[in-house]
């Protein structure tokens, strides 16, 4: 697993090439296509906790609005902002927590094809937390650490997707499967901590329904 410093330089890399690739679309206006719509499925998320927590995933959904902007042949830009739900399940289920986020996702969105489009995100995201449950707790009288209330509301990290997508006149169906590592820490990490590293890491398969608006 990565130090928490070169997590850290990823996401600035990432946010760089995003906005690198924001820059070279302003110099690309004859090819335009821009597209609005939703998207919404199911998610799969666990902690990367040092030390170590036994633990499996736990499952939830997720769904938001996204926008797209393509600005050349096969490169766009897009931005999304996602209600998540997040969180992790101990061993046999005795602890069971869910985190429920607004994120905002800023991605390079990559395409090939043209009616039927194969296609891959990647970039940073933000995000903060709404709201954590206790779903399950077999021990109430735990005082285990990663028991206790999050500390760390503001989440940041990469994000990266891969799909397909179907272009019906000017609707889209697409579904995509994605991948994120959150470079932020639930619990604060210093060397008087508990723990080194707490960050999620979560996949989730969502189906979107969008709308060209202009071209």
Do not use: C
């Not at 799969?44 to 797209?68: C, E, H, N, W």
């Not at 607004?102 to 990647?122: Q, S």
């Amino acid at each position: 697993m990565q130090h928490p410093a070169h997590q850290k330089i990823i996401f600035i890399i990432s946010v760089l090439f995003f906005f690198t690739s924001f820059a070279d679309a302003q110099n690309n206006i004859f090819f335009n296509e821009t597209y609005l719509g939703i998207s919404g499925g199911s998610t799969a998320s666990m902690v990367y906790f040092k030390p170590q927590v036994a633990q499996d995933y736990i499952t939830a959904y997720q769904g938001g609005l996204i926008f797209r902007y393509i600005s050349e042949k096969s490169l766009g830009l897009q931005t999304e902002i996602i209600y998540a739900q997040r969180g992790w399940s101990e061993t046999d289920n005795s602890y069971v927590k869910r985190l429920d986020y607004l994120e905002v996702p800023f991605l390079t969105h990559v395409y090939f094809g043209d009616k039927v489009r194969f296609f891959f995100n990647i970039g940073p995201k933000i995000g903060y937390l709404l709201k954590e449950t206790v779903i399950q707790n077999s021990n109430t009288g735990t005082s285990k650490k990663q028991h206790q209330a999050i500390q760390n509301k503001f989440d940041y990290g990469l994000a990266l997707g891969l799909g397909g997508m179907v272009k019906i006149k000017k609707q889209t169906l697409q579904l995509e499967a994605r991948g994120n590592f959150s470079a932020s820490n639930l619990f604060p990490n210093d060397n008087k901590d508990y723990f080194d590293n707490s960050n999620l890491i979560y996949a989730s398969v969502t189906l979107g329904w969008l709308i060209q608006v202009s071209r």
